[in-house]
């Protein structure tokens, strides 16, 4: 994500810090509790209602552990979305943990 993104989420009121995530509360404790998970993980409001776009979350999300996503959208997203989506799983490079979905 580029710098201006990141301001705009932090003046929007998401934190800075110890966080990743995109700063918006996500713990490197968490990443690497999903990570050692051996069930499968869904993540949820990984778009945080808008606040990221959807290939920056959806490629966030299934490089740090998740199997699944769920993602609220309305009906003239989901095409995009969906297209997002699939091109995010084609061209994930860095995802660590083992699929379980």
Known sequence: MDEKTKETFYKRG???????GLGLGITEETVEFVNKAKVPV???????????????????AFENGADFI?????DFQIVKDVNICLDTLN???SRKREWFG
Do not use: H, R, S
Request: charged share 20%.
């Open 91 to 93: 061209g994930l490079t």
């Open 70 to 74: 769920c993602v609220g959208m309305f």
């Open 42 to 60: 869904m993540g949820y409001k990984i778009l945080a209602a808008g606040a990221i776009e959807p290939k920056d979350g959806f490629k966030w």
């Open 14 to 20: 998401f934190t800075q810090g110890k966080e990743t």
